[in-house]
Nanobody, 126 residues
Framework: QVQLVESGGGSVQVGDSLSLSCVAS????????MAWFRQAPGAEREFVAA????????HYPDSVKGRFTISKDGKKSTVHLQMNSLRPEDSAVYYC???????????????????WGQGTQVTVSS
């Protein structure tokens, strides 16, 4: 059974930085894709970043490109999300996700991921 445990959320001011981590266990990460999504109250779950474990290619939506960076630590089966220049609209619950059959065209889709963490709250105040 795959388990994903997020950490690192919190409350910050506009322009601050925050780093999230997601530790995976229960299965080798080889051939997986891992991603971060976020969901604000009343909104749909939104894609934030993804990384392929093999090769390390990364993907971002325009809303966070240049501000957020996803990375992986292969030895620790951990994915990090470094968030810089945070804005109030970045406030949401952030979820880590993992999948082993994620094709490139679906890497931004929540439906492509089979395993999810419990979420961690990020609040950005102006």
């Amino acid at each position: 059974q795959v388990q994903l445990v997020e950490s690192g959320g919190g409350s910050v001011q506009v322009g601050d930085s925050l780093s999230l981590s997601c530790v995976a266990s229960g299965r080798t990460m080889v051939n997986s894709a891992m991603a971060w999504f976020r969901q604000a109250p009343g909104a749909e779950r939104e894609f934030v970043a993804a990384i392929r474990w093999n090769g390390g290619s990364t993907h971002y939506p325009d809303s966070v490109k240049g501000r957020f960076t996803i990375s992986k630590d292969g030895k620790k089966s951990t994915v990090h999300l470094q968030m810089n220049s945070l804005r109030p609209e970045d406030s949401a619950v952030y979820y880590c996700a993992a999948g082993w059959t994620v094709i490139l065209s679906a890497i931004r889709s929540a439906n492509a991921y089979h395993y999810w963490g419990q979420g961690t709250q990020v609040t950005v105040s102006s």
